[in-house]
């Protein structure tokens, strides 16, 4: 059992958007300094959404210096990209329609995106390192489309899986697979509401029933940015 994770507990959703693009912001900002680029995962779900209306808002609007940001995502729904239930259609109404990310810089994750994320360069075991990846957390523990009892959480050779009956609507999904948000540099988790209070705690306890648990970078930042609703207390 690795140790507990202590989050970083904020008031609210508008105080957790907040942290989070501060947050983001910053690891772009290093990415680029360091590598003259940010390969970034954005996280599907309701939650983020704030996250992404806020880095489409001043100081970070103008302040990113986002034609260097080559945008992915850590998991989609198998739906049209214009679908309101696409996490791509969430991200490019919130952000990507208000920043200048040149189009062939965004990689939504549909049809076979392995050599797309292939391009991305590797760490030294081989996998795709990401410098920053979102994930939210589901009230079972999931993270991305890797669900409870999932035979996706031993995936070892594949960047990317096709899940075909995710417990949460839509069914039919593509995520990372754990390898690949083990890889990474920076991994935040945006958790919020008191909904997800069960799942938190035993997350940040690392219960290894919960594939959240599971997301442990194994040279890389693990961060939690959580409400107090969600902490609880
Ligand atoms: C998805 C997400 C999923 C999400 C959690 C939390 O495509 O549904 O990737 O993993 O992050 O289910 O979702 P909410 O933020 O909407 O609660």
Known sequence: MTAPVSPLVVRG??????AAASWTAERIAAAVAQRGACHLALAGGETPRRCYQRLARPPYQ????????FVYWSDERQVPLDDPASNYA????AL???VPIPADQVFPLVG?????LRR???????WPCFDVIH?????????ASLFPGSDALNERRAVVRAIHDAPKPPPDRLTLTLPVLNAARAVLFMVQGASKRDALARVLRRDPALPASQVEP?????LFIVDQEAFGG
């Open 13 to 18: 959703p508008a105080e957790l958007a907040e």
């Open 62 to 69: 103008d302040g990113v210096r986002w034609r260097s940001v």
């Open 90 to 93: 969430m991200a490019k109404a």
């Open 96 to 98: 990507l329609d208000h």
């Open 112 to 116: 076979d995106p392995t050599p797309a």
């Open 120 to 126: 991305i360069p590797p760490d030294d075991r081989g």
């Open 135 to 143: 994930l939210g957390l589901g009230e079972d523990g999931h993270t």
């Open 218 to 222: 194994v040279d890389g930042e693990l």
